[in-house]
């Protein structure tokens, strides 16, 4: 029996959470026996890679992604590269790892670093942090307790009476906390998260949350940072619940063409009227204005589905968007 536990405060929000996600997920399996189903798990499975890459820094673009899955040569830094099919091959192995199982995650984390650290498949030796760019937010338990803690976490997991959606989100911040490995720790956490919920739910193994974390990057290390402040994860657990509901939500959403993503579709349904880029930021709930550019706004452009009001000026600060009649006309079929 283990007496760990892990600081958690159940809110009235996180109950409604687990609502939303419980509904969207009944929808979702209803969908998956559609024709087309086979199709939108692989566009999402590339889009969970690419999103846990890109959190660390990965150039990669689902493209390129989808370009190393079909055997295909492409022009971008090894490492990267080598990141890239670490983790194609971790999360086609989802079906053969335990989520309690120590030996499991060991194992993980040394095909998910192959080639990138020599110490792959090991605990740290040393002290390490997390970091939010040059910030450090969190400095990790010394080395030796490594070992105990996850040992300890593990025996919680299996023994949790708490739904696995809430425990998935405990157990994340509980990994990020202890930041077992030298390097490779996020997207363990993430990876691990996906295979608890998979085996809950097998379709969580091609929701693509991480992409969604991605979309939202500085809320997902804001709501670490404010879990350790608080000595409380319910933050960080409120703030996945809310990336799983969305993800589910994109999962929903038809794949009209191979320039709809789930991103550009969110964006097409809140567009009304002219907005401003930042009206359409806030709207969308996102606080990265890199990624809000890169996978909404401009792809959103380039598909023609919506345009600028003041298409001579594309930098004024009077600039606002509103949708194109086919993005109008796309939009009502949705």
């Known amino acids: 029996m283990s007496s760990y536990q892990p600081p958690l405060t159940i809110s009235s929000r996180m109950l409604h959470l687990v609502t939303d996600v419980g509904d969207r ?8 026996e559609q024709e087309h189903a086979l199709r939108l798990r692989r ?17 990669l673009s689902e493209e390129q992604i989808t370009a190393i899955i079909e055997g295909k040569r492409i022009i971008a830094p090894p490492r990267d590269i080598q990141e890239a099919l670490n983790a194609i091959r971790c999360y086609g192995n989802l079906n053969n790892w335990r989520p309690m199982q120590e030996e499991d995650l060991l194992a993980a984390h040394r095909l998910l670093m192959a080639g990138l650290l020599p110490d792959a ?20 338990p010394p080395a030796e307790r490594v070992c105990p803690l996850i040992r300890q976490l ?13 425990a998935s989100c405990v157990f994340h911040y509980e990994f990020e906390f202890i930041h077992p490995f030298a390097d490779g720790n996020g997207r363990m956490g993430r990876l691990w998260q996906t295979l608890i919920l998979s085996r809950w739910e097998p379709l969580f193994a091609n929701v693509p949350v991480e992409s969604l974390v991605h979309d939202n990057q500085s809320g997902y290390y804001q709501a ?37 993503t789930p991103q550009v579709a969110e964006l097409l349904a809140i567009l009304k009227g002219e907005m401003s880029r930042e009206e ?16 909404y706004l401009r792809p959103a452009l380039n598909a023609r589905l919506i345009e600028m ?25 949705q």
């Open 154 to 166: 593990l025996l919680w997991l299996k023994e949790t009476d708490l739904p696995p959606l809430i």
């Open 309 to 333: 009001t003041l298409p001579e000026k594309p930098n004024s600060r009077l600039q606002k968007y509103r949708l194109t009649a086919q993005g109008v006309s796309l939009h009502r079929r």
């Open 121 to 140: 498949g090991h605990y740290r030796h040393g002290g390490v942090g997390v970091m939010n760019g040059k910030t450090v937010i969190h400095m990790a």
């Open 43 to 59: 566009i999402n499975r590339i889009r969970t890679i690419q999103g846990s890459l890109a959190i660390e820094g990965n150039t």
């Open 280 to 295: 359409i930021q806030h709207a969308l709930q996102l606080q990265d204005r890199k990624s809000f550019s890169e996978r």
């Open 224 to 260: 670490l940072n404010t879990g350790n402040q608080q000595s409380d994860c319910a933050p960080f657990v409120e703030f996945m619940l809310g990336m799983i509901l969305r993800a589910l939500e994109h999962s929903l959403t038809p794949q009209v063409t191979p320039q709809v």
């Open 25 to 32: 997920l009944a929808r979702l399996k209803m969908q998956a």
